[in-house]
């Protein structure tokens, strides 16, 4: 902001005022209505132009902050499931020792090769792995949290989170609604009379809960 403020007002202060230039210099209806103004134009040298284009970055940026943080909050689903496949890869894992090209993990993993670089550039963009050099990704301290040979690990708490729990955020709008646990509503039982019943739910619980409890 301070550099665009500099850039838009530099040729600007020694003037007494935007719109009588404006006026004089140049055709102001032209430019107005057709949006077309020459970078050399005295309008644009003298900084009226400019200090157009600064209000209507800050206009912008203005009303479109909440725009934006809601489409943030909204994609943020897909974060979340990209960072539940990473978990169920091992992708953390496999790069516990160094870096690796998409290939190679796409081997490692049985996965195919393009879909898995999308997915890492997807997790890149929010700091959940690094691209070094092309199709190279490493870990990050973020992403070095999903391997389970970590020793701060959560990989079983994120793969408890993307199994029963993420199923029952289909069933919010019921648990606003009726006022009963949308566990309750996704699996017809308690969260505790249903681990009873799936072994290897309980454990992935018991580990999950583990790693939590050292946060």
Known sequence: YQFLN??????????????????????????????????????????????VLLCLFCFSSLFGAGREKLLDVVAGQWIAEGVYTAAKLDLSGYLLNGSKSVEHLASLTNSDEDNLYRLLRMLASVGIFEEGPPHNFSNTSASALLAAKHPESLRSLVLFYSSEISQCFDKLDKCVRKGKPAFDLTFQKPIFEYLRDHTSSAKLFNVAMTEKSQL
């Open 6 to 51: 500099h850039w838009c007002t530099s040729g600007f202060r020694s003037q007494k005022g935007i719109f009588p230039k404006i006026k004089k210099r140049a055709n102001t209806k032209v430019a107005i209505a057709k949006g077309i103004v020459a970078p050399n134009s005295p309008i644009w040298q003298n900084g009226s132009m400019r200090y």
